[in-house]
């Protein structure tokens, strides 16, 4: 079973998309800040990270780059959780380790596409170190 690692602060947007992941066969694990966030990432090794960036504690933009700088984290796919859908968040993001982009509000057929497309990717990248 996949599981996904949430890093949301906001009860009713965690309420909301664990509760919908669950329903599609995901295993999901919350966490509520940056620091739990990354604590979390190192112990249950999800298959994929939704990061919100505005986060209590420690920020999503110092999370993902310490889940890049550590070995054990750095290829698990993140794909950031933001309220800012600017010109150019998408690349601020994207430079910052995270693998995709999803504005909120949470678009869930979009967020779920994202979730494949970051899944099949790292095992593309697997299977050619592999071979």
């Not at 599981?3 to 509520?32: M, T």
């Not at 209590?56 to 950031?80: C, F, H, Q, S």
């Not at 690349?91 to 909120?104: N, S, T």
């Amino acid at each position: 079973m996949t599981k996904i690692l949430l890093v949301e602060d906001h009860e009713e947007l965690w309420d909301f998309l664990s509760r919908r992941l669950r329903r599609r066969g995901y295993e999901v694990a919350l966490a509520h800040d940056g620091q739990q966030g990354l604590d979390m990432a190192r112990t249950e090794r999800p298959d994929v990270i939704l990061l919100d960036m505005n986060l209590p504690v420690m920020d999503g933009w110092t999370a993902v780059k310490a889940l890049r700088a550590a070995p054990e984290t750095a290829r698990i796919p993140v794909i950031a959780l933001t309220a800012h859908a600017m010109s150019g968040d998408r690349g601020r993001v994207l430079e910052a380790g995270c693998d995709d982009y999803h504005p909120k509000p949470v678009d869930f057929s979009r967020l779920l596409g994202q979730i494949d497309a970051a899944l099949l990717k790292r095992d593309e990248e697997a299977e050619r170190e592999e071979g």
